[in-house]
């Protein structure tokens, strides 16, 4: 599916691919062209004839079609600038992915090509950041005659903006695992944990690049972005900062839950080995106690007196009892 | 709430928002402007109006309303720079987060915009920083005649000793628990361990991210900080470096506390069985005798005889002390 | 095995070593030079005779009949480049290294020297990339005309891409070994995973120095390497980058593997031990009644009734079902 | 305490404060001015009046009466420059401390003012290295000579020499320790390694914060320390980056000793847990036979005749010989 | 002892201590001075009289006597370079270093002076690089007609050379260990490990600070290495890259050992511990059918039938029969 909009003296127009090439020799618009899971004639005439991209920043875009995507980065062409994002999916909690916690992340992409005025953006799946922008533009136009770099930038900003509401999902999530932790870990907890430092890394992974490359879009180094924009840029930067920090006390605090788990297991185990030894320390006692009565001896004590039960019998109690209160004494039950 | 003072040829005076418009057009004069949780109608005028301070600097100002803040950064607008500290408040003991040794350590938001006559400082919760200097205003109004970026360096030295008493607190804290830790570790001791652990964290991350900043401000990289004045931000520097490099310190102690915790109680719980088992293990031979002369063989020896008994039971004492002594002897018990 | 390949005019030709000579004393035509397990003999002639490459240049070259060869490098000698490549191999799974799930993971060595018009590479074992190369070749001799430089990018291209279908097998294998872990974890597996980790461990430097050497070979350091092409070499950087990160990843879930296997394994040994303990736990006071009533006391109440035999059936009965209800209701079984 | 020398043409005198000041204002003469634990008015005569040191430098040398002092740091302030330096003390062991091995390591704080003509040297506890410099300088008054950058060299070495016993003592500690871990591990021993760790990690601390120090000394940042000094800092530099290097190898050390005391300690009690259960292993299956022929079956075979109890008394032993070797065999014993 | 060679004319001539003051006179002639283990009025007359080196490096120099020499370093004192190297010395293995896999690494000292025309070197014990530098000149004098820095490349290329053997040792060690741990671990093991880990940390300390040295002289930063040498400097750099290399990944090969010991052993005892308790809790249930029938009830049913005792050996059988039976088929044994 391609959208093309222009924007030229205050209005923005929708146009066809053939009304693309008329306006684009003309000198005067601005224009946003957006690609989501293009056909591949559709890739060919945009891409390559229309736009003449490098043929190896293209073949870049099509990796977008595999599961994780590329890695971010930032390449100057001279005529346009080629960027990758990473915009991460929530995928929604199935049985098997079940186990993460109700979600796993995964990365997708988002290839955007800068030039002084187009901006091409090319991605598989739908991403909100996309629409937000889209219908940002329907109600005020005027944003994009700030240019395609600052039309981008809210692209992005918004990208990164969704970033927040899955950091808030995985803090929630934290605080129900610590729960679960130390208070019904099973080993099915020990499998989220991990599931959860691998979406954590994820996460986090996505952030740092993107992070390096927003310093880089920000601090001057590419002549597309001009001056003014690159504060906003720099806002995006202070976004991804925060949440590489996030991430990372994340991280740590996701250690820590592994760390408890396994010393609350093994606690607990423990515990119960220790209930289960000192039953069986107090009854052997006893044990011995009847079976010295069980001798065949003729000479054995108080066999025939009718004390000699009640008394054995006490003896046992007071055994038995006395040992418990020992135990107890010493903080072992 | 805004406090607005005013600095002119000696005299400290406080002015209200209309008169400081006037003010600000006369070339004289040096002002110090505090909103405290402000009303939005104030920032508006302020902000905006008065001084038209950059929206994006404005939007992470107001990012200070969030549980966190923003993290510490510092950005030059030419005409002003823009200064984000982060003070840490200490939540006070109640049911929950007591568990964390009685405090939980809380980051806020201090914005400042730090021009050459006007030092505007902004944030939500009262802060004791901003409270002494007005104090030492009071009682020295000749302070604001060296400068907003004097009298700035004035607040974040008061802020970054307000650290001093928390460190300490930590410090006590890391007593109480290793004392804790080696003579009655309960499951409640690994929870605070791990939260004094985040605390920590947080401490540290603030205190780095800040010594960075005022490093970049002590190192004469921004034209409103004057050659006198970058000393006295090196004294802050140092005070930082001093923390980053006590928090370091407790990270460390920290994660011994928690490797001292897992041995001891693994120790502790071991320690228990072995004395039960080492019960069970001496009761066992004895209920074999006992079994001895309860079989109904016939010609089983000293059945009639009066000192079987005693025989017997003397040999039960004697296999008990026996074994008894030779535990001991290998330092078993 | 020498081969050698002229291009001039649009067409490739396949020379003799005495042809060669010949040739490269006209200021026509491209070449490239493979050898593949060659004699010394030939070395001699052609490196040191022919080439007068540099004698450390040639003994590094050698120093590929190795196990493991030389690390990756790239030294600038003026008139040439010289560059040594890592390939990696898979070892098919034989008896002893079955044990690493299925395949051990080998570094060889390409090495490779790059002038204006000649490309010599030199390997001992025959290798994927060289063998696609020479058909790309013969399928689009113009390929050539581009120069060695581009000649030798869609080589190490070849060879980077080769590492795809190992990172494949190895993330195949990690899936394999999580349900292990699992599910039916043995000492083979902690063995297995070890030996994965040095897999990873083997594959991550490869790239690390791979990445670093292309690096320096994009950003326009080497003259030989000219402009059209360095965004080529960026493109094989680019998958360097990827792959080092993929091998991070890699590391970090082996770890993760390593912590599971060993919380599993005890976990799992732990479950048994108290099921055993149980059992004791339970049937230890049942010897303890019919101890009682084997006591040899005249008066032991209920001896003689046909009662006496029911009620003491029933109280074990009670006595290890009571146990047997309350450990179930602890959730301890 | 105040002690104030001055050279002049190959003589060494002791000046009183007055004097100091004369002497100054003469063009010749080197000064050094030693402060040792000070009286306010002394400190106000000297460093304010005398002297006109920077107010903040003033602030940092006071706070070495404080526990552990300042950091380790060098500050230009053109006409000196102002130094300090973290000597380390060893705390006799007294019964708390003792538990550390004997000893536990303090910073103290030694600051320096370091002009053309002038070294101002300031500590609260007396130093060695000071009192060493102060023989010197009586055996050989010639050194003073060669300036004041000169002495302070002297004296920073003096004091990095101070370390060196400190280490040995350390390392013949761990000795101790390792023999302590492998032999008789307690859990004053963990305590002990810890403790270690501690200490360690304070002389990592302030090894590296001088050497970075030295560093900057040594390679002509300053002015005031001339060319031909600068290699007898580098002497220093180099001193101290061994330090820090073996710091480090004993913080490995250490970290060795406390994996292997965690080891150890639950080894040894595993075998005691294993021979007590080998005692509770053997006895049960006896248990299992007396009570056998305990069973009131009036046809159990072998009740009359002699040999039975002989023959079942030879069973027991038989069985309870042939655990013992079938254990043995297996190396369980 | 002092050994001095002087090459002339494509001849190499040995001579006195005072010939060399006479030949070092005339222009002519290139001298390598090797002090092995040298007398003081030795070292005092060449080391100071003759060749006049600073104070501070003579200083270095001697503290080789120490059992682990100094730092690998560099200086350039203008006139000379002076440099310290670190060569392995394997100490065979006694009584008490036996436990460290048959043999412990240790590091001496190799110093040497570059200048021009001379090439000095100092060390104490006597060096195999050197011995084979002095054969090889024996053969070949014009190798030193290529000045002292091809001579210095020379000693320090044998020198490295000789950690091969040493790598390889360690590497089958490793694997023998290896084999250890997975099959008879004993404590000793632990130790053997933990000794391996610090023989691999020292070699790495030398290997790294070698590496940052050889890559100072093989970049051009000192005027007395010629351009034409330092590629043979390179070279060196090259081996003890992949040296560090090594040295890294048997880091993590010998942590890995660890890890393994770890749970090899922990999982063998609790193996023995689950066989013992197996047994127990299968006599536990006959114990208390024999008590059974033990008891003195006069209906205990079956008493006075043959069949009874028959009838409860079997049921004891098949009790135990059954219980094995279910814990082999849930893979406990």
């Known amino acids: 599916m391609v959208s093309i909009l222009q924007y030229n003296n205050g209005e923005i127009r929708r146009l066809t691919l053939k009304e693309l090439s008329q306006c684009l020799s003309s000198p005067e618009g601005i224009f946003w062209v957006d690609l989501e899971n293009p056909l591949e004639a559709e890739e060919e005439t945009l891409l390559v004839s229309v736009f003449d991209f490098h ?17 971010p980065k930032v390449e100057d062409f001279g005529e346009y600038l080629f960027v990758i994002f990473n915009p991460v999916e929530v995928t929604a909690g199935n049985a098997s992915s079940d186990r993460g916690g109700g979600f796993e992340i995964r990365t997708t992409q988002l290839s955007a090509f800068l030039s002084k005025r187009v901006l091409v953006t090319h991605h598989y799946s739908p991403l909100r950041s996309i629409t937000n922008a889209q219908q940002l533009l329907s109600k005020n136009p005027k944003a994009l005659a700030r240019g395609p770099d600052f039309l981008f930038h809210i692209i992005i900003d918004e990208l990164v903006d969704n970033y927040t509401p899955i950091l808030d999902q995985l803090d929630a999530l934290m605080d129900d695992m610590e729960r679960e932790v130390f208070h019904e870990p099973t080993q099915e907890t020990m499998i989220r944990i991990l599931q959860m430092r691998r979406n954590i890394t994820t996460l986090r992974r996505v952030a740092f690049y993107q992070r390096e490359m927003l310093n880089r879009l920000s601090r001057g180094e590419f002549a597309l972005i001009t001056r003014d924009e690159m504060l906003y840029y720099r806002n995006v930067f202070d976004h991804l900062v925060r949440m590489t920090d996030l991430t990372d006390s994340y991280r740590e605090t996701v250690g820590g839950l592994l760390d408890a788990y396994l010393s ?30 069980g001798m065949n001896f003729a000479h054995l004590p108080g066999l025939d007196s009718p004390m000699g039960v009640i008394l054995t019998t006490l003896s046992m109690v007071l055994v038995a009892g006395g040992m418990l209160w020992v135990f107890r004494r010493n903080r072992w039950i």
Chains 1, 2, 3, 4, 5 share one sequence.
Do not use: C, Y
Not at 55 to 71: M, N, S, V, W, Y
């Open 55 to 71: 043929p190896l920043a293209i073949e870049d875009t099509q990796r977008g079609a595999d599961e994780e995507g590329h890695l």
């Open 264 to 293: 609350v297991t093994s606690n607990k185990l423990s515990q119960v080995m220790k209930v289960l030894t000192i039953i069986s320390t107090i009854f052997l006692p006893l044990s011995v106690i009847t079976g010295f009565f």
